[in-house]
């Protein structure tokens, strides 16, 4: 049986007006799966940006490198997420989560 507990070091601490207005934006289940990773591989490890691998998020996610490509581009076209640096296939790409959700486009993309 799982139990998880929060003493253990074991969470992410985030605001909950972020995680309301991300559970009022429009996304995908995709979408949705792959903010929240993001979110734990950032504030998860205190930090404000990380190399995120469409392979590594695949994995997560269960689904295909193309398709994480096209739902981590969805969501930085919505500036929910922030690509910050490519390494041009030597390292993944570093991404950052957006807190500021004025900025965010709400509406519905394409399903993914």
């Known amino acids: 049986m799982a139990s998880p507990q929060t003493d253990k070091g074991n969470f992410t601490k985030i605001s909950n007006e972020i995680l309301e207005r991300l559970a009022q934006c ?3 289940g ?3 799966q792959a903010a929240i990773y993001v979110l ?7 930090r404000k940006e990380a190399e995120i691998s469409s392979s590594d998020l695949g994995e997560q996610m269960d689904a295909d490198a ?3 490509r096209k739902v981590l581009g969805a969501l930085c076209g919505r500036n929910i997420l922030v690509k910050i640096s490519s390494h041009k296939g030597v ?10 959700w004025d900025t965010w486009a709400h509406g519905r993309r394409a399903s993914l």
Not at 91 to 100: G, I, Q
């Open 91 to 100: 390292r993944p790409p570093v991404y950052l989560f957006n807190k500021d």
């Open 30 to 32: 995709k979408e949705f």
């Open 26 to 28: 429009r996304l995908s």
């Open 40 to 46: 734990r591989l950032t504030y998860g490890y205190q």
């Open 66 to 68: 193309s398709d994480v």
